[in-house]
C-alpha cells in the first residue's frame, strides 16, 4: 500500500473497543473504528487527503457537533437521522460528544491523484474542495455499508469488486460525473477475447480494473462501459461469475472439498466462497451440489 491518508487527531474521553478494520485498494483506504465514548468527549481532526465519515451504529439517538473552529457559535450536528459529512483535504474540524456510549464509524479516504488518473476528465477535483456536514443519501449510505462489510470480513478483497464499489460512491457522492446516457459502444471483438482470455488464464487471482483496461489498451473509465456493453455485466461481475464456474465444475468432478474448490477458483476461503455464490445462485455451493446429484 502506497497511499495514506496521514490524519492528525487528538481525542479525548475515546476509547476503541476493538482492533482496527481496514481495507485499502487504488484510490482509497477504508476504516471501520468501534469505540466507547465519555459524556463530553471530543476531539480535533486534520487529513492531507479528503474523506467521508458515516455513522454505522450507536447504542443511543445521541448526536456529534462538528464545528470548524473550536470557538464557532455555529455547530453542524449530525446523529442517526443525518449520520454523514464529507470533509475536504487540510480542514480542520472540532467534534464534541455528549452522552453517546458506543459507537461504529467508517472513514473513508480519498488518494486525489490515483482518482484523478483513473476517472480522468469524469473526476470533479472542485467538488473534493466543498464541505458537506450533516447529510444523509441512501444511495451511499448504502454503499458505505458495503465497504464496511468489506473491511470487516477476512479474506483477501475482489480487486474488481472494490473499484466498483469506489465508483459507485464517488458517483453517488458528486465527485465523479455519471457515465453518458447514451452508451458506448462494445469492445471490439479482438479486445473483447483478449481480455475474455486474460480473465480466465487468471481467474483465480484478483484482476484490477486497471489491468484489464490496460489488456484491452483502453482508459479505465472506457474500458469498463464498453465491457458492460459487450457482455451485459461489469467486469468484476463477469470475473465472479467464472470463478463460481470454476468451483461448480470442480464439485461435479466429486474429487475436492468445497474448501479446496474454493482456494483453486482464488477465493479466501470458504466463507468468502459461500458469500458469493449465495449472490449469484441463491443457494450454498453445499445445497447446490446436493440438488445438482439429486
Not at 164 to 177: C, D, I, P, R, W
Request: with cysteine.
Amino acid at each position: 500500500m502506497t497511499f495514506h491518508p496521514n490524519m492528525e487527531s487528538h481525542v479525548e474521553g475515546v476509547s476503541p473497543v476493538d482492533g482496527l478494520r481496514w481495507r485499502a485498494w487504488s484510490g482509497m483506504l477504508a476504516d471501520v473504528w468501534d469505540v466507547e465514548c465519555r459524556a463530553g468527549a471530543h476531539g480535533q481532526y486534520v487529513s492531507p487527503a479528503p474523506r467521508l465519515f458515516v455513522m454505522l451504529e450507536t447504542e443511543s439517538d445521541a448526536a456529534i457537533d462538528l464545528m470548524v473552529h473550536p470557538q464557532a457559535p455555529q455547530r453542524m450536528t449530525f446523529d442517526r437521522r443525518n449520520p454523514m459529512c464529507f470533509i475536504p483535504a487540510g480542514l480542520p474540524v472540532w467534534s464534541f460528544m455528549g452522552t453517546l456510549g458506543r459507537l461504529r464509524h467508517l472513514d473513508i479516504h480519498l488518494d486525489v491523484p490515483a482518482l484523478a488518473s483513473r476517472f480522468g476528465s469524469r473526476f470533479d477535483l472542485a467538488a473534493l474542495n466543498a464541505a458537506s456536514f450533516s447529510f444523509h443519501d441512501e444511495r451511499v449510505l448504502a454503499l458505505a455499508r458495503l465497504i464496511a462489510l468489506e473491511c470487516c470480513e477476512p479474506g483477501d478483497l475482489d480487486a474488481l469488486y472494490a473499484d466498483s464499489l469506489a465508483a459507485a460512491l464517488l458517483t453517488a457522492l458528486g465527485k465523479v460525473s455519471r457515465e453518458p446516457e447514451h452508451p458506448a459502444s462494445g469492445l471490439a471483438p479482438r479486445r473483447l477475447n483478449r481480455v475474455l482470455d486474460h480473465i480466465a488464464r487468471n481467474c483465480s487471482r484478483n484482476l484490477p480494473l486497471a489491468e484489464l483496461a490496460a489488456v484491452a489498451g483502453l482508459s479505465t473509465s472506457h474500458f469498463a462501459q464498453a465491457f458492460k456493453v459487450s457482455m451485459g455485466m461489469p467486469p468484476h461481475r463477469w470475473q465472479m461469475a467464472q470463478r463460481i464456474e470454476r468451483v461448480k465444475a470442480l464439485l461435479e468432478e466429486g474429487h475436492v472439498s468445497v474448501t479446496d474448490a474454493a482456494l483453486a477458483a482464488g477465493f479466501a476461503d470458504q466463507s468468502h466462497l459461500t458469500r458469493a455464490f449465495r449472490r449469484f445462485e441463491g443457494t450454498t455451493p453445499g445445497a447446490w451440489l446436493r440438488k445438482r446429484l439429486g
